[in-house]
């Protein structure tokens, strides 16, 4: 029947080092295997669930060892009328041989197990220059399974069309192999589920009709966890925002008395009221710091990763991230470090599990020259009761919608891979996608900011709606080809 629960299997296979086990770190979301820049690592074939459904289908990928000396094993196949049979009877010294019988698992596994063959290529090759593409590809062409080419080793994050005319140039070489069904972009450190999405379709086109049902059910269940966890980042980073906007740190007023109100008419004391409204926005912007360090543990929780990378997310927001504001270049530089968490010394504090309220003096004085020099760009000073307080201004709250929608784009692009990946995952071209999008909603976040300082009690969903839509946005744009449906 071809609604019955099936198993679908995936084998992942590649020449030696070209990256299966970080994708399939990647793909699962668990350190599985061992991950290093050596040849051989994987020595094993070791089948893991993707996914499984309550009707008992599952989704399994194998992760194999990789293919050595792929010119003299295609050799040795072509001596037998029955190359794989009489590849797999043969008794080989796996310690005298040792790339010999490490391809022997992998081809076992997707002889026996695999229902598609999920072969990775290092994309930053020339196809042309791959010496052992013909040989592994004949290899495959034996096994009898549909091929998908996955490329990986992609870099960083690149616009679109650089990408694509990366794509092409694979793609274009290995149409001459009937065996390739579909070449995909799919890199460990430089994709999102948006894109994982082409992937999981891609597999559906190859797959035999019996089975056709079952995957429908294992994609619908993909889905809805994408979709779910997509939505909660979402309020996550709205909550957050919301809390900024109605946060508001009370100056001190100080005694009024005969003496102090004469120092203050001939010049005294003017000082200590500065000092005392820079205290009130160090205060402000340490409860944001912690504020932003807590969002973005959660999000790295969220999506399976360790919420130890906290730190690391922030600072490679902080280094790509711009601030447009009329402030000195030195003040920007600090407010995009605020404003991306990466402020006040946030890596050593969540590092040891928490935050330590000296950002005071962290910050010292300089706070205060954001406000002070020009038109006190970054805060708001007003009065509640008659007593003075200091709140974010319109502009700094929108800096910051830009960079929280960035630190969750970084935190759904952080490949576990190898674990200590250092190269950045939010490339600069990202903040001018983010930018846009939020202008094209300018009436509508300005109105945000105004509604929630008015509320008594805070309604989350506008500010929800505005970032899930900023987002999602930047999502299509960054991944149109994939169709995915955000709204």
Not at 226 to 254: C, G, K, W, Y
Not at 424 to 444: K, L, M, N, Y
Request: aromatic fraction near 8%; charge should be negative.
């Amino acid at each position: 029947m071809s609604g019955a629960q099936a198993t679908i299997q995936l084998a992942l296979i590649s020449h030696t080092n070209n990256g299966k086990t970080t994708l399939a770190r990647t793909l699962l979301g668990a350190d599985v295997g061992e991950v290093r820049d050596a040849a051989h690592v994987t020595v094993f074939a070791e089948s893991h669930t993707l996914l499984s459904t309550q009707q008992g289908d599952r989704l399994m990928l194998w992760d194999t060892p990789g293919f050595g000396d792929s010119v003299r094993l295609m050799k040795r196949l072509a001596m037998s009328g029955n190359p794989i049979g009489w590849f797999l009877r043969e008794v080989l010294d796996r310690y005298r041989d040792r790339p010999f019988w490490l391809s022997q698992q992998a081809l076992r596994a997707a002889r026996d197990e695999a229902d598609v063959v999920l072969y990775l290529v290092n994309s930053i090759e020339n196809p042309g220059d791959a010496g052992y593409l013909p040989a592994e590809m004949r290899i495959l062409e034996w096994l009898g399974k549909p091929v998908l080419v996955l490329l990986n080793q992609m870099g960083p994050p690149r616009p679109a069309e650089e990408e694509h005319a990366e794509q092409t140039l694979w793609k274009e070489h290995l149409l001459q192999y009937d065996v390739v069904r579909e070449v995909l972009p799919l890199d460990a450190f430089a994709r999102c589920w948006v894109h994982e999405r082409v992937f999981y379709d891609a597999i559906a086109a190859v797959l035999p009709p019996a089975k056709q049902e079952s995957y429908r059910r294992l994609f619908s269940l993909w889905e809805e966890n994408n979709e779910r966890r997509f939505r909660h980042s979402m309020s996550i980073t709205a909550q957050q925002l919301v809390d900024a906007a109605r946060d508001r740190q009370f100056v001190e007023v100080p005694e009024k008395g005969v003496i102090a109100s004469a120092l203050k008419i001939v010049g005294f004391g003017k000082g200590d009221d500065r000092k005392r409204q820079e205290r009130a926005m160090n205060t402000l912007i340490g409860r944001l710091n912690l504020s932003i360090g807590q969002t973005t543990v959660h999000l790295l929780a969220l999506h399976k990763l360790d919420p130890s990378e906290a730190p690391k997310i922030n600072a490679r927001v902080s280094k790509n991230f711009v601030v447009r504001a009329p402030v000195e270049k030195a003040q920007a530089a600090l407010l995009g470090a605020i404003v991306s968490g990466a402020a006040t010394g946030l890596s050593a504090d969540l590092a040891a599990g928490g935050l330590t309220l000296g950002t005071g003096a962290l910050l010292g004085g300089v706070i205060g020259a954001l406000a002070f020099s020009g038109a006190a760009w970054g805060f708001n000073v007003g009065t509640d009761r008659k007593v003075p307080n200091i709140t974010l201004s319109d502009e700094f709250l929108r800096t910051l919608l830009v960079s929280s929608v960035l630190r969750y784009l970084a935190v759904a692009h952080f490949g576990r891979g190898r674990g200590n990946f250092v190269e950045s995952e939010a490339p600069p071209f990202w903040q001018e996608e983010v930018e846009a999008a939020v202008a094209a909603r300018d009436d509508e976040v300005g109105a945000l900011w105004r509604q929630l300082r008015d509320q008594e009690e805070p309604d989350l969903a506008p500010a929800s709606a505005i970032v899930t839509a900023v987002t999602a946005d930047v999502l299509e744009k960054l991944y149109r080809q994939d169709q995915a449906i955000l709204h």
